[in-house]
């Protein structure tokens, strides 16, 4: 396997940020500091900083189903045009990832087309505990809680008591409310305008099932992970629920995301990015997108994913009943965020904890994550000055095209490495399969 020095770089370990080498040999991080030559490659990264290898825990590549959105090769090569060297995928495929089979089937896709490294998610339905007990080695058990892809609907009460009381798993969950969500539909039936998305799918269907799911997880002592969170409400929610005595006896444990649309966009912008803004959750006001970046910096939100859900522009461009929801990510969320960094919204720190030191330590994925002796060596280099003009027309996603068309980014991935394999490096794809199954704990 290749042998790389990376030297004069500024590197992010865990205890800050340090001008330092790097030696990489057998696919891991061999040596940090002194490093001899010899026969390696030498890569001099003067005026670049070397992050960990970005993690996205929540992305859709459509395979199998319809991959004429994505497949696992074009949404792998996507993630590591954007520093991201590990993905976790989830279950609402076709046919879904909801029995052993199934299961199978999109680990033999992954291991023979990723680009990066990969988790995969198990969806969970209201009959198939039994075999979601049996499946080893997932990122988590996924419960729709609010309306999704085929059978994946969980939102009875008989039936998520029946989850958190036996699955001892990490267990994650869409946490919109089905009730609501069809009272709401009912309501604004008559109505076609895209702001609406956000008055259907309102802060109190999030609400309700945080408080539900956050309940259980506290009764049963559960690790629960609430995905694309997205008003302060939630995180209020989520707050007196760890102020409990049952949450605090129990054991349990509350994590959650946001993703990068609830940090970007809010209801003021359907007017002008109509469908290309749908999404579930919906985007919210300008004071939640505030609160999320508050919450990312105060601690109350843990980490960044993208749930990157490519549809097509035509698909996309569609009356409003008729538009999927869904906003392809993946290849962006690290310039996202380098770009808030140079803005003063974070720092450099605040990116690794949210997209590399976080995730591995939620998911207890072993040996990633981190820049220390023995870990495998997922790197990504960023020229921090570098701007990335975003196009449509450049993104590898299969879907071609992103809601920040058009936007200048600053801070750009210019070398990203898998398992000790230069996958992609000065914006050019030179290996397109380096990824393997991680493991989780």
Aim: aromatic share 8%; glycine share 8%.
């Amino acid at each position: 396997m290749q042998k790389l020095i990376i030297k004069n770089a500024r590197v992010v370990l865990p205890q800050g940020i340090e001008k330092t080498n790097l030696l990489i040999q057998d696919g891991k991080i061999a040596s940090i500091g002194e490093v001899s030559s010899g026969e390696k490659r030498i890569i001099d990264a003067q005026g670049l900083m070397v992050f960990p290898g970005a993690i996205d825990g929540h992305v859709h590549f459509r395979e199998p189903g319809p991959t004429h959105k994505e497949n696992f090769k074009t949404g792998s090569i996507a993630a590591v045009f954007g520093g991201v060297t590990t993905i976790f995928e989830m279950p609402n495929t076709w046919p879904t990832t909801t029995d052993f089979e199934a299961l199978e089937d999109k680990r033999a896709i992954a291991s023979k087309t990723s680009a990066c490294n990969y988790g995969l998610f198990f969806g969970a339905t209201p009959t198939n505990l039994g075999e979601a007990q049996k499946v080893a080695n997932v990122a988590g058990l996924k419960i729709f809680m609010g309306c999704s892809t085929g059978d994946l609907l969980v939102y009875k009460d008989a039936d998520l008591e029946k989850i958190f009381s036996e699955y001892e798993g990490r267990i994650c969950t869409h946490a919109e409310w089905e009730p609501r969500l069809n009272e709401r539909k009912k309501e604004f039936a008559g109505q076609d305008s895209f702001d609406i998305h956000s008055k259907i799918r309102d802060v109190q269907c999030a609400t309700e099932a945080v408080r539900r799911a956050g309940k259980l997880a506290a009764k049963y002592g559960r690790h629960l992970h609430i995905l694309h969170l997205s008003s302060r409400a939630e995180l209020d929610v989520i707050a007196e629920i760890k102020e409990t005595q049952a949450y605090k006896d129990s054991g349990a444990k509350i994590t959650c995301e946001v993703c990068p649309h609830h940090l970007f966009f809010s209801t003021d912008d359907y007017e002008k990015y109509k469908g290309l803004v749908k999404m579930n959750p919906p985007v919210r006001s300008k004071d939640d997108v505030q609160a999320m970046w508050d919450g990312l910096l105060s601690g109350e939100i843990d980490m960044v994913a993208t749930d990157h859900a490519p549809h097509t522009m035509e698909e996309k461009t569609q009356g409003y009943w008729e538009v999927p929801s869904g906003v392809p990510a993946v290849e962006l969320m690290l310039p996202l965020l380098l770009t808030a960094v140079a803005s003063g919204k974070c720092t450099y720190e605040n990116v690794a904890d949210w997209v590399c030191h976080h995730p591995s330590q939620i998911y207890g994925l072993k040996n990633r994550g981190t820049i220390e002796i023995g870990k495998a060596a997922d790197l990504v280099l960023v020229d921090p000055n570098k701007t990335l003009d975003v196009r449509n027309e450049n993104q590898k996603t299969k879907c071609a095209w992103t809601p920040w068309n058009g936007q200048t980014l600053v801070g750009c991935p210019v070398m990203t490495i898998v398992n000790g394999r230069i996958v992609v490096e000065d914006r050019t794809l030179v290996e397109e399969q380096a990824g393997r199954e991680v493991t989780f704990s």
